[in-house]
């Protein structure tokens, strides 16, 4: 079993900055793909980032350039950098992990980050 808990949401003024951490329990941390997600009030479940088992990241377009996601697998654990924050970004954002079983999938019970003035 994974347990994954994230920390470092909060309340932040447009154009500020956030780092999200989610720290993974368990074995087999390098070997799952890592995933943030966000869900806004009343919106479905969105796809931020990933980062592959090599490290390599990926990212929705809404978040393109402002979004960095890394790995520590030495720490089991995922950051999701967020600068030039918007209100839009305004959600729970949780950490989800994948594999290396097809059909192994964890999620995080969320973090709330706010975006306003």
């Known amino acids: 079993q994974v347990q994954l808990v994230e920390s470092g949401g909060g309340l932040v003024q447009p154009g500020g900055s956030l780092r999200l951490s989610c720290a993974a329990s368990g074995s087999s941390f390098s070997t799952r793909v890592m995933y943030w997600f966000r869900q806004a009030p009343g919106k479905q479940r969105e796809l931020v980032a990933f980062?592959?088992?090599?490290?390599?990241?990926n990212y929705a377009d809404s978040v393109k350039g402002r979004f960095t996601i890394s790995r520590d697998n030495a720490k089991n654990t995922v950051y999701l950098q967020m600068n030039s924050l918007r209100p839009e970004d305004t959600a729970v954002y949780y950490c989800?992990?994948?594999?290396?079983?097809?059909?192994?999938?964890?999620w995080g019970q969320g973090t709330q980050v706010t975006v306003s003035s």
């Open positions: 980062v592959t088992l090599g490290g390599s990241p």
């Open positions: 989800s992990a994948r594999g290396p079983r097809s059909g192994d999938a964890y």
